[in-house]
Structure formats: structure tokens, C-alpha cells
């Protein structure tokens, strides 16, 4: 059986300033309940120790001041016999008081242990949860979603923001079993002297509503600490992945510099925060005491109270304060990472993301063609990268988008891989709209080879088989034949199984779009699209792949965008795209002896030569 908060309590929560700007975060005990309330349990019932604790101290103090007045008494008549002892002798009574103080102290100690540790195993837990949700996230988004936002945030949010994430679970998990811990003593002080803690509560209150405008203060500095993270970790991993071109433009003193000011920047904004958020406690701390003292010169001159009681009142009432202190202390700190609850709902925001509508049937193959109608694209509104594009491949031919840098062929080959989805017309597969298949058994059937090359920081083997696990030692061996790779994996140290570091920095260029191109191959694909796939290839290798990539590519449908006219004399269709419309289509020949768009390129590219 777990507790469960009710729903007019969790309405209240959120109607609050401080637990709405954190219900993300306690939302989340619904992942973990059972062990989130455990915590809660066994703080209470180190409350409660402490509670028994705090009635037999009173017991004790007074046996040492007063031994022969008469014992305290509960009210509950087997609990003043059998655990006060109050027929029995006044030391029997210090002793057996004393035996019960050391008991429950030892039962609170333990309970807080047990507490602690639900506590912390909660945080493991809701710091995973919470990755795992953002990653999920992050996975459901289209390519557009990454072309908005910089990589060095999404980096900072899976790193300095979760461990923000995780001291504020920590203060909050504080701020409830402290205030358990509070009540109890409360309601001590109340049995005690009602007058006192009525003064006490009054007095205090004003103290905390002074406290909360300079919490309110942090709260609104703690947004830039999440900007200054975002701008250093950005700047680190920029840094990282150019290490390349750092070097060979030999700015690593400049690259030096930028990377000191974004980690100055974040100094400077904590500083600001600290000016204030440290300044909580030795104010409340200064102002409590002053509030003590005059309660204690008060209490002594009136008189109204047993010495004993006094000391007693006083007693909890110290205890009491320095946990009020850590209690603002807490909020203040929380109220520094405010920034990093509003990061988290930002990337957790559903509202404002675009979501692919995955298909309900499954992609078998290609069996007649790829048809595209009247589409139009645009990254940004009112800016058409595609206009109008009107296109018919059929299965087992290849396709060549030509043309300008920045005309849109890469686009149209990423929409027929529905990377992103088109603002108007539409893509047919064999008469079905593209948004009616399953996307992943769409791409189980394609394969895509980029100018642009990714490579894991994993063995060349595991590299070669991404997002084809199933694939057998002989078929990565073929893949990476075909793909002339194989002479220089064998001659690897560790071959196929060589580790490659992060994004192939142990390889060449050349060699990484081998790899690339083998990762393809392996996938045996039914619709291969190339875009610039010997881009960063020596001419003589490139003609290697390129006989290769001809035999691999009979009987396939091919999409190849090429600037590099050999690689496209055998395509069945060119098609040549400027400024996002399609200017011309038709066989490489006929193109050719028109004498229009197409033979000026290739005389452009002659005339390079």
C-alpha cells in the first residue's frame, strides 16, 4: 500500500508560487511511488521519534531541577505506569527516562537512515526517468527540430541541467521531511506555551515573508545561469568537433579565448545569484536570534512558566530555528535552479513540436515506381526551398538530381525519405501516400549515403552493421569489398574491430565514406539514394566505386545527386533542379544534344577540367 497525495492537496500545490514552478518534478513520483513514500514514512516516523523524544527530555529535565515534585504525567494511565515509571523512585525514574531518550534517538537515527535512502534511490530513479523522457523526446522529433536548436543545449540538458534537476528533487525531498519534522516540534512548542508559540509563530512569519522577496530576486537571476550553461556547453562542443579546422587555421588561441568567456560568463552569473541567495541565512540567522533572546527576557520577567517547561520550550524552540534557517536556505537555493525546471518543460513541451504521424502499413518494396506531385517545402514560412515539384521514379532505374549548390536536390531526397513532410502535394509509393507507411519499414528498405558522413565511436564492424544488427560476419566482409575498404580495415591493428574515435577521427575522409557507403551496401536496400557519395574520394578510388556501385545498383531504384557528371553517364532519367523548380528532365543524351541547363553545366564542368 502506498500514500498517495489527494487531489485537492496537489490543486493547492499547484496553485502556489514555488511547488507550480516544480510540479514537473513532483509529478514524476508517480514513476516511483512506493518507494517515494516510503521516504515519506519513515521521515514521519523519525518525527514522531522525535516528538518522544523531545516529551522525555521534558520528563528528564525535570528530575534533574525538581526530583521531588510530582512526576509529569500523560494522561494515558499503562504509558505513565509501565514507560514513565511514576510509582517508581525518582532515580529509577532519571534512569529509565534516560534509557528511553537514548532509544528513541537511536529509532530516529534509523528511520532518517531507511528515509535517506528511499530518498536517494528516488532521485536515481526520477533522474533516469527524466533522461530517458527527454531522449525519447528528442527521438520523436523531425530533422527540422534539430536545424532550430543548437546542439550544445540539447548536450546541456542531458548533463548540467539534470544534475540541477536532481539537487532540486534533493532540496524539496529536504523541505518535506523537515517539515515534518517541523510540525512536530510546532505542535510541541504549543503544548508547551500557546502564548509563546503564538508569538513565536507570529514573529517568525514576518521574518519569511521579508525572506521570500529576496527569493523571488534569485529566482529571476537563475534564468541566465541556464543561457550561460547553454553558451559554454555549445562553445565546448563546437570546439570539439572543429578541432580539424582549429588547427589547420591555427586558432586555437582564439578558440582559447571564446572558450574563457563563456566559462567567465557563467562565474558572473552565479556570482550575481550568490550575492543574494547567500545572504538568506545569516539574515534569518541574525534576525532569529534577535527574536530568541527577546522571547527569553520576556518569558523570565513575566515568570509564567515552570523552570523545567521553560527550558524545555526553549530547547525545541533552538532546535526549531536553525531548521527554519536551512528551511529558507533551501527555497533560496531551489530558487536558483528555476531556470533549469523551466529548460525541462520547454523540451518536454508537447504543444509546440512537430510530430511525424508514423504509418499503418508496412513498406514491402517498391514494386512500380515513386511518384511526386505538385510538392512544395520550406524550412522557414513564406520561403519555398521546393516549388511545384512534379517527378515520376520508376522502380529499377536510377535518377539523377543536377544542378546549383543550394538549388534543393538534397531536399527532395530527404522528403522522399520523409526526413521532413512536405507543405503541399504529396509523395505516392506505388499509389500510397507516403504518410501511410511505416517509417521504419520505409527505411529498412533504403539506404542513404551522404556527402556528409557520420561515424560512431565504435568498431568499424559495428559501424558497418548500424541499423542492421542482424547482418552476418560474411555480408560486413562483402559490404566493405564492394565498397573497397576491406584493404585498409585488414591492415587495421585490430581489423574490423578497431575503434575508430568520436565521428572516425582515426580515419581519412576517404576512408570514413567507405565506411559509409559499406554501412549502405550491407542493407541490401530496395531504394538507394546517393547523395555525393565520392565526394571526399581520390579519383582513382572513385572510379573503383563507382564500377562497383553500378554492379551493386542494377535492379534498385537510385536516386544519386552528383556534381561530378561521370557518376550519372548511366542514369536513366537527369533531372535538373535550380532555385527549388525543376528546369529540365530526360535522358543524359538527349539533355545533352538540347543544349539547355544540363549541357551548360556540362560544359561548365568540361571547361574546370
Known amino acids: 500500500m502506498y500514500l498517495k497525495l489527494p487531489t485537492s492537496t496537489l490543486k493547492i500545490l499547484q496553485a502556489t508560487n514555488f511547488w507550480q514552478n516544480n510540479y514537473l518534478i513532483l509529478r514524476e513520483f508517480k514513476h516511483f511511488r512506493i518507494i517515494a513514500s516510503l521516504a515519506i514514512v519513515f521521515s514521519a516516523f523519525a518525527a514522531s521519534c522525535e516528538g518522544f523524544g523531545l516529551g522525555f527530555l521534558l520528563v528528564f529535565l525535570q528530575s534533574l531541577t525538581t526530583p521531588g515534585a510530582e512526576p509529569l504525567k500523560t494522561g494515558i494511565e499503562w504509558f505513565d505506569i509501565f514507560i514513565l515509571g511514576i510509582n517508581a523512585s525518582a532515580n529509577e525514574r532519571l534512569y529509565r527516562v534516560s534509557a528511553l531518550i537514548i532509544i528513541t534517538t537511536c529509532m530516529r537515527a534509523s528511520f532518517n537512515y531507511l528515509g535517506q535512502l528511499c530518498i536517494q534511490f528516488s532521485e536515481i530513479n526520477l533522474i533516469d526517468n527524466l533522461r530517458r523522457r527527454i531522449f525519447g523526446q528528442l527521438a520523436a522529433q523531425s530533422l527540422s527540430y534539430f536545424g532550430k536548436k543548437n546542439s550544445g543545449e540539447l548536450i546541456n540538458t542531458l548533463t548540467n541541467e539534470m544534475e540541477r534537476i536532481r539537487q532540486i528533487f534533493g532540496g524539496m525531498a529536504f523541505l518535506v521531511t523537515k517539515t515534518l519534522t517541523l510540525v512536530v516540534y510546532s505542535i510541541s512548542l504549543f503544548v508547551f506555551s500557546w502564548q509563546l508559540s503564538i508569538v513565536s509563530v507570529l514573529l517568525f512569519s514576518l521574518l519569511a515573508v521579508g525572506l521570500s522577496t529576496l527569493n523571488k530576486q534569485i529566482r529571476e537571476r537563475s534564468f541566465a545561469i541556464t543561457k550561460a550553461n547553454d553558451h559554454f556547453t555549445s562553445r565546448a562542443l563546437e570546439f570539439i568537433e572543429g578541432i580539424r579546422t582549429v588547427h589547420a587555421c591555427s586558432t586555437q588561441e582564439f578558440e582559447q579565448q571564446r572558450y574563457y568567456q563563456a566559462s567567465g560568463n557563467i562565474v558572473k552569473t552565479w556570482k550575481s545569484v550568490y550575492w543574494i541567495s547567500l545572504l538568506v541565512k545569516p539574515l534569518a540567522e541574525s534576525l532569529s536570534t534577535m527574536i530568541l533572546i527577546s522571547m527569553i527576557i520576556m518569558a523570565l520577567v513575566t515568570g509564567f512558566m515552570k523552570i523545567s517547561s521553560l527550558l524545555t520550550f526553549f530547547f525545541i524552540l533552538f532546535r526549531l530555528v536553525p531548521m527554519t534557517q536551512d528551511l529558507n536556505g533551501v527555497i533560496a537555493f531551489l530558487s536558483t535552479q528555476a531556470g533549469a525546471v523551466e529548460n525541462l518543460k520547454d523540451i518536454l513541451k508537447t504543444d509546440d513540436k512537430t510530430y511525424f504521424e508514423n504509418g499503418h502499413l508496412e513498406f514491402l518494396g517498391l514494386q512500380r515506381a515513386i511518384e511526386i506531385i505538385a510538392l512544395n517545402f520550406s524550412y522557414e514560412p513564406h520561403k519555398l526551398v521546393l516549388k511545384d515539384i512534379t517527378l515520376t521514379i520508376e522502380k529499377g532505374k536510377m535518377v539523377a538530381l543536377v544542378g546549383a549548390s543550394g538549388g534543393g536536390k538534397s531536399t527532395l531526397a530527404d522528403l522522399i525519405a520523409r526526413f521532413y513532410e512536405p507543405i503541399d ?87 570514413q565514406q567507405r565506411i559509409a557507403i559499406a554501412r549502405a551496401l550491407v542493407r541490401n536496400p530496395d531504394i538507394l539514394i546517393l547523395d555525393e557519395p565520392t565526394s571526399a574520394l581520390d579519383a582513382i578510388t572513385e572510379q573503383v566505386i563507382q564500377e562497383l556501385l553500378e554492379k551493386f545498383t542494377v535492379g534498385r531504384t537510385v536516386i544519386v545527386i552528383a556534381h561530378r557528371f561521370s557518376t550519372i553517364a548511366k542514369a536513366d532519367k537527369v533531372v535538373v533542379i535550380e532555385q527549388g523548380t525543376i528546369v529540365e528532365q530526360g535522358a543524359y543524351q538527349s539533355l545533352l544534344e538540347q543544349r539547355g541547363k544540363f549541357w551548360k553545366y556540362y560544359q561548365i564542368q568540361n571547361e574546370v577540367r
Open 425 to 511: 502535394g504529396k509523395i505516392l509509393i506505388d499509389g500510397l501516400n507516403l504518410r501511410e507507411l511505416e517509417i521504419d519499414s520505409l527505411r529498412r528498405k533504403m539506404a542513404i549515403v551522404s556527402q556528409k558522413t557520420f561515424i560512431f565511436n565504435t568498431s568499424i564492424r559495428n559501424n558497418i552493421a548500424y541499423g542492421t544488427p542482424k547482418a552476418t560476419e560474411a555480408e560486413i566482409v562483402e559490404a566493405a569489398r564492394l565498397a573497397n575498404a576491406l584493404e585498409f580495415i585488414t591492415k587495421l591493428p585490430q581489423g574490423l574491430d578497431t575503434i575508430v574515435g568520436a565521428d572516425g577521427i582515426e580515419l581519412s575522409g576517404g576512408q
